[in-house]
């Protein structure tokens, strides 16, 4: 029996235990005409799948507008949310039983749950959170959802589109939100005034270690490809701070005047700000893709694997997506005559909308 094998047994029996403690079948109903109280999971933290539940959020309150949308989040995550007018509500949880006992109080009517597996915090979560109805997709084999979702496949956008028309929204019309502050804005543009430039191109390094993350070499690579294209460009590093020495060395390495490193970032709404900001977008498939789309900026995206393009895809008709040279699974891998067409086919968009 092989390392995998025994993983996937020892996962088997840990499942099949919590749901002997746990799940318990439950007869709950909520009256969708008066006033429901809705709660989101969104406690792993994924910045991108909180932009995703944004679409929910803007449906919900335009078709039903009594009714309250709360979010339970992470610390990062919850930025995206923190200026959107249709979430009454963000709650974050440092401890289970603390948190569990504070969303019991709000007596939810409805907790949709969207995670594939569930853990000993979310059988708790679930159970003791008390809400009128769980839902959850693709969850039939557990009595503690009182309706599961059949899946529909496709993108991710594609399964909230599907949760939403169970309450018979169509939401096929709404876009992912991140509303920014004026100050905010103004501290994007500021820095900008500082850095010459025609076009303003934001390059992103950062993303999952696992294959998703360009590296020094990569990064120097794409950006004189950059330079190449757009000599009449600034490009802008982003830099978060858990991110910046590696991301300085990408700067001390190609020696570009042209190059300047944002090293004001301290959360995603200051890198939300410079992209809000710019007229383009270069980066691996992570959260920055998402953001490029809710302002519907023109972005060269690279991709690890068919699998996560047909998932992730952005949401937008100014996005070109690539892909690594097969068999690899690595965005620094990525087939570097298609970049450049790539970048030729990027300015003619800049171009196509103003830029």
């Given amino acids: 029996m092989s390392a ?7 996962r088997a029996i840990r499942q099949s235990a919590l749901k002997r403690l746990f799940d318990r079948k439950r007869k709950r109903t909520v009256d969708l005409r008066g ?17 995703v539940n ?27 949310v923190r200026e959107n007018a249709c979430v009454d509500r963000i709650h974050t949880m440092t401890d289970t039983v ?43 084999e557990y009595q503690l959802f009182d309706h599961s979702l059949d899946d ?39 820095f900008l005034y500082n850095c010459p430039g025609q076009i303003t191109i934001v390059f992103n ?47 001390k390495e190609l020696g570009f005047s042209n190059v300047y490193p944002a090293i004001h970032i301290e959360t995603i709404r200051d890198t939300a700000a410079l992209i809000h900001a710019s007229d383009s977008v270069v980066t691996p498939d992570t959260s920055i893709v998402h953001i490029a789309c809710a302002y519907d900026k023109p972005q060269l995206c690279v991709y690890r694997d068919q699998t996560e393009l047909a998932l992730w895809r952005p949401f937008s008709d100014n996005a070109i997506c690539l892909l690594p040279v097969l068999p690899s699974r690595d965005v620094n891998d990525v087939d570097m005559k298609s970049f450049r067409q790539g970048l030729a086919a990027m300015r003619q968009i800049i171009r ?3 830029g």
Wanted: contains cysteine; proline residues 5%; glycine residues 6%.
């Fill in 54 to 80: 944004t679409i929910a959020f803007r449906a919900i309150k335009d078709k039903y507008p009594h009714w309250q949308v709360h979010v339970l989040a992470g610390p990062d995550n919850r930025e995206v």
């Fill in 352 to 354: 196509a909308s103003g």
């Fill in 205 to 251: 390094p950062v993303g999952n270690p696992r294959g998703k993350l360009f590296s020094k070499t990569t990064s120097c690579r794409l950006i004189s490809e950059i330079n190449l294209a757009y000599p009449d460009a600034r490009i802008i590093l982003i830099c978060p701070p858990v991110q910046r020495s590696k991301t300085l060395e990408i700067k």
């Fill in 4 to 10: 995998q094998d025994v993983k996937s047994a020892i």
């Fill in 35 to 51: 006033p429901v109280k809705f709660l989101f999971d969104q406690r792993q933290n994924l910045i991108g799948d909180m932009l």
């Fill in 152 to 190: 529909p496949g496709g993108t991710e956008r594609d399964r909230y589109l599907a949760f939403l028309k169970f309450f018979a929204i169509d939401g096929a019309k709404y876009q992912y939100e991140l509303p920014l502050r004026d100050e905010e804005l103004a501290a994007a543009r500021s």
């Fill in 98 to 140: 603390s948190g569990v006992a504070h969303l019991r109080a709000e007596h939810f009517d409805v907790f949709y749950f969207h995670q594939n597996r569930l853990r000993l915090q979310d059988f708790i979560l679930l159970k003791y959170t008390d809400a009128r109805i769980n839902i959850g997709r693709a969850k039939s």
